[in-house]
């Protein structure tokens, strides 16, 4: 299934707002286009949220595609009402498909009830997954899928996507240090010395 995120990116609160709306509008559309979208994960904040995580069914790919991108919003701000600017953007990217799913011996997975609404059959099957990459710690949680097998492969998809988000993090972070290091050139005290 494809995952879509929808992000705030480093915008100021209202974009967070704006993101809330954009999940609204998107859902709104997909049901009455009967197209499967899913929350997974969500980052709530006091406004709305900095980004969120779904997965769509896989037949709606046009659909999709007519949502990446950048979001317009033109609103007055509710949260500084005396604030000149009114338009907000919000990002909706589509990850990319995992090549590399990590191997089953390096997760430990664990069957557990799901939660939320539902009826019976949240209530009386563990079809929900909780899994843990060995290595880096990183876990998630799935329980969007009615079968034990899909939140599995679901569950293998999110952690490959959160290392790769952690792998370009850090390449960042090193790339931001780097960077930094031209600021940081002491001036006197050299360790060597070159007259030309």
């Not at 009967?34 to 949220?49: F, K, M």
């Not at 997965?55 to 609103?75: K, M, S, Y």
């Not at 799901?114 to 563990?126: E, I, M, P, R």
């Not at 490959?160 to 370009?168: D, F, G, M, S, V």
Request: with cysteine; hydrophobic share 35%; aromatic share 6%.
């Amino acid at each position: 299934m494809p995952l879509l995120q929808i992000s705030a990116a480093l915008g100021p609160a209202e974009c967070e707002l704006a993101v809330k709306y954009t999940l609204q509008e998107m859902q709104k559309e997909a049901k009455t286009q009967q197209i499967n979208l899913e929350i997974i994960e969500s980052n709530a904040t006091h406004y709305g949220y900095s980004s969120i995580l779904c997965n769509v069914a896989e037949d709606a790919q046009v659909w999709l595609n007519t949502w990446l991108g950048t979001i317009q919003w033109t609103f007055q701000s509710k949260i500084r009402p005396n604030h000149k600017r009114k338009n907000w953007f919000v990002g909706v990217t589509q990850c990319q498909q995992i090549a590399q799913l990590p191997h089953d011996d390096t997760i430990i997975f664990q069957a557990c009830r799901a939660s939320g609404a539902g009826g019976q059959h949240v209530n009386t099957t563990d079809s929900a997954i909780h899994a843990t990459h060995i290595a880096s710690g990183i876990s998630v949680k799935v329980m969007s899928e009615r079968s034990q097998h899909a939140n599995k492969r679901l569950a293998k998809e999110l952690i490959t996507l959160k290392l790769q988000q952690h792998a370009e993090n850090a390449k960042e972070t090193q790339k931001q240090t780097q960077h930094l290091q031209h600021a940081l050139v002491e001036r006197g005290n050299a360790v060597r010395s070159f007259k030309k």
